[in-house]
């Protein structure tokens, strides 16, 4: 049984950069497709992107974050992380990391995944 802890949230400024972590317990990490999701207050859980179990096979975002967030991880560490820049106000939610045992590009639903994170609050003000 994998537990994923999520942490780096915090307050920050628009334009303004965050790197939040997501740390795995187990030794099955490196089996594991990474993905972040984030819902906002009154609003549905969005897909935010993902990175294969290698990291080799790619990563892919959600529009809205294209070109500003940097999916990455590091088995030896088992550790996930988002890099967040040029926040936006519009990027304010809890951040969830999940794990599921198959990488599927393009998959943004929320489906089939077999661990989730408690979550971590990012604001950023305007």
């Known amino acids: 049984q994998a537990q994923l802890v999520e942490s780096g949230g915090g307050l920050v400024q628009a334009g303004g950069s965050l790197r939040l972590s997501c740390v795995a317990s187990?030794?099955?990490?490196?089996?594991?497709?990474m993905s972040w999701f984030r819902q906002a207050p009154g609003k549905e859980r969005e897909f935010v992107g993902a990175v294969s179990q290698s990291g080799d096979a790619g990563t892919y975002y959600t529009d809205s974050v294209k070109g500003r967030f940097t999916i990455s991880r590091n088995n030896a560490k088992n550790t996930a992380y988002p890099q967040m820049n040029s926040l936006k106000p519009e990027d304010t939610a809890t951040y969830y990391c999940?794990?599921?045992?198959?990488?599927?590009?393009?998959?943004?639903?929320?489906?089939?995944?077999?661990?989730w994170g408690q979550g971590t609050q990012v604001t950023v003000s305007s």
């Open positions: 187990g030794r099955t990490f490196s089996t594991y497709a």
């Open positions: 999940a794990a599921r045992s198959y990488y599927y590009y393009g998959d943004y639903g929320s489906d089939n995944y077999d661990y």
